[in-house]
Every structure is written in structure tokens, then in C-alpha cells.
């Protein structure tokens, strides 16, 4: 990933004593917003000790005890920031309550988001060590447009400091109701004025219908080949110079709410000289058909909210793809009942051709059975939802129609790095399920088997990706970003 060039940097380290702040850091990092390069060395993990860092630093205050990171990062200058802890064990780890924009992944990493997030629960020292946590800070690929006319005007009308766009990342460290630590680095975008401006290549989404900061997932030549390059942008992001193809692949995908996944797999923009524009022109949202039939009355409300339901998450976590079904209540015709029957049939021919059933779309059948879904193996149009499931139950189901299928490796991910029960393909997870990765985003839409493609829902590229297999071509599945 890339990262604004450093102009000048300062860096302040204040040390004092009182009740009410025993050590603070404020860090301050300015750049200029015309370049990008690699993130400088000195600004990676910037190391925050757990608790006070002087004796007696809060006089009055609770012995030692659990403490609470109030943490803040500014979406200015800012995506968000890594956190890993050094010190702590996996049951420490496990024991941390983590409130806001932010996940424990299963590495023990701490993906933190823009805004307030709160983590409580950590000891003040582990086998007599004081735990430390590191930061590293993402910084934003490249400021949007109206940020960088902002600076422009504001250099304009004064000097350098009056041009300043800044952004920080605030960590208040509090012990009871006492805070006992604080850090803050600060990031700012400054005109470079004195230096002449290079030309770049640029990305840049039309039709972006909620103007969110969207996901693009570059692979491209700079040198070396990279793979599955993150960046975001609302419209418009500075690349440096992505150089021709040459033996690399050269692709790029965007995840955005309410527009359609653009995957364009044979990108040829690129020249070995700066200043190429690529244009990504999003399309609507995949309104997708669905037939509903309700073979067991008390289930027909549950399955208008467990479809309210898929299209929240299966649109803010960045698919592109939402759901129109067509609700039939067959509950009193002993016929439909008889023949839907209460689970997977071992032949789909009798059903697929009967009045119960809707070629080339999605059929999602509510029966009176004791289980909780399943997509059928022998006929993936077909899924079944019974009376012990819950809100995750049927974007699970779809998730398996939709490429991540069943298979050898079973296309859940129960024990697969990266993963949690809060994700939507964790079989026997809670209600709760609420997360599509970047990964799993991809094979929805461009897995050749998924019937995303197959029903003719979606006109774009495929690729075979199997569920759990990473490749050049398929992105690792646990590749995330957090939704904006």
C-alpha cells in the first residue's frame, strides 16, 4: 500500500507528572499530499506501554488494576491503524471487551476503524511485564479532492500552518475513572509549495451512487508484481506510477454500498510513464429474484425479516448484490407441502419440475423441520430453511449458492485464520453474523460456479476460486477492509 511522502517531520516528546496524566507523547508528522511512496520506517509501530510509566503517576487513583484504551483516529488523514499487543496472552487476548469500529482477528491483531473505540480489560502487567501495544498507523492513499482544494485555499489565504489539513490518532489510557497515559500522533497534509508536482496515475470511480469510500483491489507491476493492493477512495485516488504489466497480472476490482462489483480482470492504462488516468464507471447494484415458498405458516414473517436482513449485510459489507424475493405462502396447499417436503430431496427432478419451483433463480423453501439450512448439493437454486434458524441463517445458505460452496473444505470457516463466529459463513454461528471479507466479496460475484453468474444475474468476468485456496488470481479469503 502507499503512502503520502514525508515533507518534514518533528516529533515531540513531552514527560511530566500529575494526577491527572503521568506520560505524554505527541508525535507530529507532516507531508506533502503530491506524492506517494512507501510509509516511512519511523512511523510504523509506534510503541504505547500499558498503563503509567512513572511511579505514583496518579496520586488518589485505584491500585493497580485493569485499564481501559479510549482511542480516537481521525478519518482525515487516516483509514485507520493495526494494533498488536506484546505481553499478552491468548487468554488475555480472548478476555478484552473492544467497543466501535474495530476487530480482534485471529492472529491476536487488533484492525482498528476511524472514530471512538473503547478496549477495556487490559492487565497492567502480565507475569510482572508491563504489556505494550504497538500502532501502526494507516494513512490515507491520497486526499480527495475537495481536501486538497481545501489546503490549496487555506495556503492561499496564509501562511504554511493556516494551509495544514490534519488529522491524529489519540490514545487515552484510563485506570477507573482516572486517566493515567496519554498518546497522540498527528498527521498533516501541507502544500508543497517549492517543489514541483509530479504527475501521478490516478484512479477514479464514476457513479459511485452513495459517495462511500470505497475498496479497490489493484494487481500491478512497480517493480515487482503486487497482489491485491488496498486502497480507498470516494472518487478519485493517486497511484505513483503503476508501471505496464510486463509477466504481472493486471486487474482491478472495486467494493462499494449500493453499486455493483467491478471486476476488470486485463487492465492495459498503465505505461511506464506517470500520468495515466484508469476510469471505473460502477454500475447499479445486482437486484437479484428470488422465489420464496412458505411451506410452514408460522414462518412467513420470519422470512420477510431474514431477507430485510440479508440485503443490510450483504450490502454494507460491500457485495454489490441485493435481493428481490417473491413471497409464496403454499402452507395450505397439502400438495406444495407434500412435495417441498421438509429437506433437501435426494433427486431434484420431481420438484424442479413441478408448480413449486422457479428455473434459473434462487428458491428459498420455509419448512416445518427441526434444523437450522442448507444448501442443496444437487441442485444449488435450492435452499431450505428450517424452524431452528436464526437472522445468519439464510445469507449463509445464499453465501454457499454464491461460490462459497460445499465442498471438501465445506466453504465455512470454522477454524480458518483470519475468521470469527461473527462471519457470515461460520456454520452453527449466532443470529449475529454480520461480515463478508474482501475475499469471500470477491468469489460471490466472480466464482464461475456461483449462481450469481450461472442464473445470469451478473454479465461481468469469473474466475474458479475455490472456497478456502488462495492463488495469483483469487485473493487470500480472510483480505479485508472494514466496511465505511
Known amino acids: 500500500m502507499r503512502y503520502l511522502n514525508t515533507l518534514a517531520v518533528s516529533a515531540l516528546l513531552m514527560l511530566g507528572s500529575s494526577a491527572a496524566r503521568a506520560v505524554h507523547w505527541d508525535l507530529m508528522y507532516r507531508f506533502c499530499p503530491e506524492e506517494l511512496v512507501q510509509v516511512p520506517r519511523f512511523i510504523e509501530d509506534i510503541p504505547i506501554p500499558v498503563g503509567c510509566e512513572v511511579v505514583d503517576c496518579c496520586p488518589g487513583c485505584p491500585g493497580p488494576g485493569i485499564l481501559e484504551w479510549r482511542i480516537n483516529i481521525d478519518k482525515t488523514m487516516l483509514q485507520g491503524a493495526m494494533?498488536?499487543?506484546?505481553?499478552?496472552?491468548?487468554?488475555?487476548?480472548?478476555?478484552?471487551?473492544?467497543?466501535?469500529?474495530?476487530?480482534?482477528?485471529?492472529?491476536?491483531?487488533?484492525?482498528?476503524?476511524?472514530?471512538?473505540?473503547?478496549?477495556?480489560?487490559?492487565?497492567?502487567?502480565?507475569?510482572?511485564?508491563?504489556?505494550?501495544?504497538?500502532?501502526?498507523?494507516?494513512?490515507?492513499?491520497?486526499?480527495?479532492?475537495?481536501?486538497?482544494?481545501?489546503?490549496?485555499?487555506k495556503?492561499?489565504?496564509?501562511?504554511?500552518?493556516?494551509?495544514?489539513?490534519?488529522?491524529?490518532?489519540?490514545?487515552?489510557?484510563?485506570?477507573?475513572?482516572?486517566?493515567?497515559?496519554?498518546?497522540?500522533?498527528?498527521?498533516?497534509?501541507?502544500?508543497?509549495?517549492?517543489?514541483?508536482?509530479?504527475?501521478?496515475?490516478?484512479?477514479v470511480l464514476n457513479s459511485n451512487t452513495s459517495a462511500d469510500s470505497a475498496i479497490a483491489m489493484l494487481d500491478h507491476r512497480t517493480g515487482g508484481c503486487n497482489n491485491d493492493q488496498i486502497t480507498r477512495t470516494a472518487g478519485t485516488a493517486n497511484m505513483g506510477n503503476i508501471l505496464s504489466k510486463g509477466a504481472c497480472r493486471s486487474t482491478v476490482s472495486v467494493f462499494s454500498d449500493d453499486n455493483a462489483m467491478s471486476y476488470q480482470p486485463n487492465v492495459t492504462t498503465w505505461t511506464d510513464s506517470p500520468g495515466d488516468t484508469h476510469t471505473v464507471n460502477l454500475q447499479p447494484v445486482i437486484t437479484v429474484p428470488v422465489s420464496v415458498w412458505v411451506a410452514n405458516n408460522a414462518q412467513l414473517v420470519i422470512a420477510q425479516n431474514d431477507f430485510a436482513n440479508a440485503n443490510l449485510l450483504y450490502n454494507q459489507n460491500n457485495t454489490g448484490i441485493q435481493f428481490n424475493p417473491t413471497f409464496n405462502n403454499v402452507s395450505a396447499n397439502a400438495a406444495a407441502v407434500t412435495m417441498i417436503g421438509t429437506g433437501c430431496p435426494a433427486t431434484a427432478a420431481p420438484l424442479q419440475g413441478s408448480a413449486w419451483y422457479t428455473a434459473s433463480r434462487l428458491n428459498i423453501y420455509y419448512v416445518n423441520s427441526a434444523f437450522t439450512g442448507v444448501n442443496c448439493g444437487v441442485d444449488r437454486n435450492m435452499n431450505f430453511i428450517g424452524t431452528t434458524a436464526n437472522l445468519g441463517s439464510l445469507p449463509h445458505e445464499i453465501g454457499h449458492a454464491y461460490g462459497l460452496r460445499p465442498s471438501a473444505s465445506n466453504g465455512h470457516t470454522n477454524g480458518v485464520a483470519g475468521f470469527g463466529n461473527n462471519n457470515i459463513m461460520w456454520g452453527g454461528g449466532p443470529g449475529t453474523r454480520n461480515h463478508f471479507s474482501v475475499g469471500q466479496a470477491f468469489r460471490l460475484n466472480t466464482d464461475t460456479t456461483s449462481m450469481l453468474n450461472a442464473n445470469g444475474n451478473r454479465a461481468g468476468p469469473t474466475e474458479t476460486c475455490l472456497p478456502n485456496v488462495s492463488s495469483a488470481i483469487c485473493p487470500v479469503l480472510d483480505l479485508d477492509s472494514l466496511p465505511h
Open 155 to 203: 495556503a492561499a489565504a496564509g501562511g504554511r500552518n493556516e494551509a495544514d489539513i490534519s488529522g491524529a490518532i489519540q490514545v487515552v489510557q484510563y485506570l477507573g475513572h482516572f486517566p493515567v497515559n496519554s498518546f497522540r500522533s498527528r498527521f498533516a497534509a501541507i502544500p508543497c509549495r517549492g517543489r514541483p508536482t509530479l504527475p501521478q496515475d490516478r484512479l
Open 83 to 153: 494494533l498488536r499487543f506484546e505481553g499478552l496472552t491468548q487468554q488475555n487476548l480472548a478476555q478484552l471487551k473492544i467497543k466501535g469500529n474495530a476487530k480482534l482477528t485471529e492472529k491476536g491483531d487488533i484492525i482498528l476503524g476511524t472514530g471512538e473505540i473503547s478496549i477495556s480489560g487490559l492487565p497492567v502487567e502480565v507475569d510482572g511485564r508491563v504489556p505494550v501495544g504497538f500502532i501502526n498507523p494507516q494513512i490515507v492513499n491520497s486526499l480527495d479532492a475537495d481536501t486538497q482544494q481545501a489546503s490549496q485555499d
